[in-house]
């Protein structure tokens, strides 16, 4: 396996590796790297069939589709047969029926942060993607955290915040009304975490708080709120905190949604087709416990 640095702060392309034959050392090996690189991984050039995705998935921990479920408006997005694979995807079949969500996460994001255990890892795997185009654009949001002042990082690391499925559901456009059930809003996902947290594998402060799924502060006025996360959401999408993966087929992206945020980008017409699998994280845990 051979490692190289995709941007200073995060991401890292890993070559000459297969993922359906890690031994136990090799598999800590590659998780001591992904902390190292601030939890993204490229992984190149994989042959992965579903049930291969899945079983590396579960090296993870727990799987969204197994032990615990998704959002009710993902369930029809769900590869038939394989509930722990979420297809995106702007393809249809011969009748006309999608063959996954469209335009999926074309918003900043941490993966499932509505949830009281949210999401940790997501893995997703290109199996069709745009000879250019469709890009997924990750930010650090540890290093976004460490270049904050630290009368800044003092002023948020008590605060909490609501984050609500609703906030994605009602303004981020890329839903219709078709595409959404009552469960979805039946009080599941909706939950309330630290604004900084601590990364339970590195021990690392990091912010937690997304542009798709926080709602508000608690204990703010809606436009102090909306000023304080409007900032944040702006620091943390400077250039240097982000990097922009340009897609191969059969790469194998890791990212970890407890201290990034990422977003795809909708600017392609081709056809693009992905797996994702969705590792069920611990309660985020804020840094001052
Ligand atoms: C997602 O948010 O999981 C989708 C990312 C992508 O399609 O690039």
New binding site residues.
Partial sequence: MHVSRLSPALGAEVINSDIRSLSNDEFARLRQTWNEAGGLLVIRNQQLEADDQVAFARRFGELFGEADQFQESVLKNLLPGQPAL?R?SNKVDSSGEPLGRAR???YW?S?VSFRRQPAQA?L?YGIEVPDHG???QFASLSAAYNGLSEAMQTLLQPLNAVHDFRVAAVSSGTYSTADLNSGDFDGANRWTHPVVVRHPETTKPTLYVNPGFTSHLEGFERTESDALLGYLYQHCQRPEFVYRHR?QPRDLLIWDNRCTM????SDYTAD?Y?H?ATVIADTPVSYMA
């Fill in positions: 979420y995106v999926a996460g074309t994001h993966d997501s997703l469709g890009d997924t897609w990422h977003c795809a980008i693009r992905l994702r």
